[in-house]
């Protein structure tokens, strides 16, 4: 069993920059792709960024292309801990920020791939 506790998130202006992080339980965590979704009100719940863990292509990182080249997504697999930082933040980036974890070396952007879920940090950007 998996459990994911985020934690970060905050009201900011346009411009402005935060940093998620995700602290996760369970001795396998660094074989676990993690994922960062986020869900905007009356919208689907969408993939921001996501990390693979060391099995398959280890470490490789994805980006939604609404946030390449302002977020950056890490992990430290001796702290069991995945990190969101948010450069540049603008208004269309609020939303509820989640944390996901699979058993599976593949990224994927389906939220139902995904079997272990945070309760999510809100962040919320005015202009």
């Known amino acids: 069993q998996v459990q994911l506790v985020e934690s970060g998130g905050g009201l900011v202006q346009a411009g402005d920059s935060l940093r998620l992080s995700c602290a996760a339980s369970?001795?396998?965590?660094?074989?676990?792709?993690i994922a960062w979704f986020r869900q905007a009100p009356g919208k689907d719940r969408e993939l921001v960024a996501g990390?693979?863990?060391?099995?398959?292509?280890?470490?490789?990182?994805s980006y939604a292309d609404s946030v390449k080249g302002r977020f950056t997504i890490s992990r430290d697999n001796t702290k069991n801990a995945v990190d969101l930082v948010m450069n540049s933040l603008k208004p269309e980036d609020t939303a509820a920020y989640y944390c996901?974890?699979?058993?599976?070396?593949?990224?994927?952007?389906?939220?139902?791939?995904?079997?272990?879920w945070g309760q999510g940090t809100q962040v919320t950007v005015s202009s």
């Open positions: 996901a974890a699979r058993r599976t070396h593949v990224l994927s952007e389906t939220v139902s791939d995904y079997e272990y």
């Open positions: 369970g001795r396998t965590f660094y074989t676990l792709v």
């Open positions: 990390v693979t863990g060391i099995t398959g292509i280890g470490g490789r990182q």
